[in-house]
């Protein structure tokens, strides 16, 4: 099951060019992008690893390519995304994220449901990958 | 690979011609807007002839790439890097920043500002620590240009674990993978540059242009002065004008002459003087008391006391 989080998401995965042209967009609103990494797929997962510093200076997207295609390279069947953060003053959050770069195969998720007293049920989910330690489930 | 999914190297508006077609060259550089960069460079910088024809060469060469391509001869867009050798004070940055924005108006690189380093910002204190600082400079370089101002200090060849060597290894890599995404130019003093390339030949094949910085002559300086002066709002009165250029004859014989920086010593000096002689004077003053140098204010250099060369007493 193809996990859908942040922007472009239920498009077809943005090929490198269009992943530029995105980052340019952020960078010209003045936004620091910043690349993080996982293989928890869970949506409620929010706190991905950074990989490297954000990137304040940066003027063109190939900077940020540079290092993302070193995170292929590292983790090459991890979910990547870009992070753009807006250090405008009462904004100082992230403005956008996409992902860049995801597993071959993504088992997807199991649904639980626990029954209650009464006819209650609970739902939760639960992603199959990670039934196995981190680093092991892609 | 189809038209569409071919990076963006050609814009929508630029269809390939016929190979009979005819291209108005005029045409092309009047829509480039380069002359004014031209005209901006002559005014702005004195002397400097020989880097200003090779300027004027770049910009050729990138018009008539551009030309080219629409005719669809495919051809990799040129190596830009660069080096700048010469004495002190002769320029170097100057025009490094100004061939920033060059290339940018020539379209050659994408955002056109200058990141200026220096070993200490490439090179890190312990090991794992200089891959990361020079990606993090280079990163930040992407669009535009990379200026490394005395490269030589990278190489220490008396230290042969000495981190320098790491940063040299990257730099090459990027500069012959990402010739599109930024520009490199080195600077430093010839002899010690022509040094460094004889130890790293990698950085001198990969660079395709080296340019030569001359000492300014006394006349030239005179102009640099003259410019610096009219820039700030300031000039000469005759006798000052006078006493300028004999200022300048005789600093040039002294020791630790950094050409057009010294000038701009001198001038930042003069101006002082002349603050401290309005004040002292007291009273009302005009316009005209605010913007004049007086021969006072530039004899009342120590330039004017101390041996030159060649004097008796040097
Ligand atoms: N041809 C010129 N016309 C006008 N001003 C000049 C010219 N060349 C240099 N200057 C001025 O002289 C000063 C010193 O120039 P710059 O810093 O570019 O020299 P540099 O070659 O980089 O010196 P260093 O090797 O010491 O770093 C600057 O203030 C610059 O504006
Ligand atoms: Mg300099």
Known sequence: MRITQGTFSFLPDLTDEQIKKQVKYCLDNGWAVSLEYTDDPHPRNTYWEMYGQPMFDLRDPAGLMMDLEECRKTYPKHYIRVTAFDSTHQWETPRLSFIVNRPPEEPGFRLKRQEQEGRKVRYTIDSYASDQPEGQRY | ?314
Do not use: W
């Open chain 2, 1 to 314: 690979m189809s038209a569409a999914d071919k990076p963006e190297e050609t814009r929508a508006d630029e269809k390939t011609l016929d190979a009979d077609a005819k291209v108005d060259l005029d045409a092309v550089f009047e829509a480039s807007r380069i002359q004014e960069v031209f005209d901006q460079l002559d005014h702005d910088l004195v002397g400097l002839k020989p880097v200003k024809t090779r300027i004027r060469e770049i910009a050729a060469l990138l018009l008539v790439d551009h030309v080219r391509r629409q005719f669809d001869l495919a051809s990799d867009s040129p190596t830009l890097h660069m080096c700048f050798t010469g004495n002190p004070g002769t320029g170097k940055t100057t025009v490094a920043e100004r061939m920033a924005d060059i290339l940018h108006k020539l379209d050659y690189i994408r955002e056109g500002h200058l990141v200026s380093v220096t070993r200490d910002d490439l090179v890190g204190q312990y090991i794992g620590h200089t891959a990361p600082k020079t990606k993090e400079v280079i990163k930040r370089a992407m669009g535009g240009v990379l200026f490394i101002d005395e490269a030589y200090y990278l190489y220490r060849p008396e230290n042969e674990r000495d981190y320098g060597q790491e940063s040299i290894e990257i730099l090459l890599q990027v500069m012959e993978n990402n010739r599109d995404d930024l520009v490199v130019i080195l600077a430093g003093y010839k002899d010690r540059m022509d040094r460094f390339f004889e130890s790293n030949p990698g950085f001198r094949s990969r660079i395709a242009h080296h340019i030569d910085f001359p000492d300014y002559r006394a006349d030239e300086l005179e102009s640099i002065g003259e410019l610096m002066m009219n820039e700030e709002n300031y000039h000469f009165s005759d006798d000052a004008r006078q006493a300028f250029s004999e200022y300048i004859e005789r600093r040039m014989r002294q020791p630790h002459f950094a050409n057009a920086r010294s000038i701009r010593n001198a001038l930042d000096r003069m101006r002082l003087r002349q603050a401290k002689r309005l004040f002292e004077a007291r009273g009302s003053i005009t316009k005209s008391d605010l913007i004049t140098i007086q021969a006072d204010d530039v004899r009342a250099s120590r330039v004017f006391d101390e041996p030159v060369d060649g004097e008796a007493g040097a």
